[in-house]
C-alpha cells in the first residue's frame, strides 16, 4: 500500500487537478481485493453517496491491538478516496488512529475545494467509522 507520505509527495508534484485526479483513481486499484462476501450491511458505511465498503480487521499481538482494514467502492475516484483514508488509517493502533487528523490532510490536499459537498460527507463518514472502531477496540482492551 502506498503511504500517506508518497502520496503527499506525488500531490505536491501535480499541478492540474486533472493529473490529481488520475492519481486518485490509479491508487483506488491498487487496493487490496476485499472477498465479495465482505461486500456487506454490516461492512457498508453509511453517509456515503456512493457505496462504500471497510471490513475491520484487528490484530490482537503482544502489543496494543492493530487495526487493519480492507476498503472497497463502486465509484472509482471513491476508492482512490477509500485508498487515501486506508493509507492514513490501516495498521495502527486506536491511539494512532485518535491523534490523525485526516480532515487537516484533506484539507492540505485541496480536497475541500475539488469534490463535492457528496464526496466530502463520505470521506467524512470514512473516518468517523474508523475512529468510532478505534474506541471500541480502546474499550475492549480495557
Known amino acids: 500500500m502506498t503511504t500517506i507520505d508518497e502520496i503527499r509527495d506525488n500531490f505536491e508534484?501535480?499541478?492540474?487537478?486533472?493529473?490529481?485526479?488520475?492519481y486518485v483513481i490509479e491508487l483506488g486499484r491498487t487496493l487490496?481485493?476485499?472477498?465479495?462476501?465482505?461486500?456487506?450491511?454490516?461492512n457498508k458505511v453509511?453517509?456515503?453517496?456512493?457505496?462504500?465498503?471497510?471490513?475491520?480487521?484487528?490484530?490482537?499481538?503482544?502489543?496494543?491491538?492493530?487495526?487493519k482494514y480492507?476498503?472497497?467502492?463502486?465509484?472509482?475516484?471513491?476508492r482512490?478516496?477509500?485508498?487515501?483514508?486506508?493509507?492514513?488509517?490501516s495498521g495502527r493502533t486506536p491511539q494512532e488512529i485518535l491523534a490523525t487528523d485526516?480532515?487537516?490532510?484533506?484539507d492540505e490536499f485541496g480536497f475541500r475545494d475539488h469534490l463535492t459537498p457528496q464526496r466530502s460527507n463520505g470521506l467524512r463518514s470514512m473516518?468517523?467509522?474508523?475512529?468510532?472502531?478505534?474506541?471500541e477496540a480502546l474499550a475492549d482492551a480495557l
Open 127 to 135: 473516518v468517523e467509522r474508523i475512529k468510532t472502531d478505534a474506541k
Open 46 to 67: 453509511q453517509g456515503c453517496v456512493s457505496q462504500v465498503w471497510l471490513q475491520k480487521l484487528v490484530d490482537r499481538g503482544n502489543g496494543p491491538p492493530i487495526l
Open 70 to 78: 480492507r476498503g472497497d467502492s463502486d465509484a472509482h475516484i471513491v
Open 13 to 22: 508534484v501535480l499541478d492540474e487537478w486533472d493529473d490529481r485526479y488520475r
Open 102 to 106: 485526516a480532515i487537516a490532510v484533506f
Open 80 to 89: 482512490g478516496l477509500v485508498a487515501i483514508v486506508l493509507s492514513l488509517y
Open 32 to 42: 487490496e481485493p476485499m472477498p465479495e462476501a465482505e461486500h456487506s450491511a454490516a
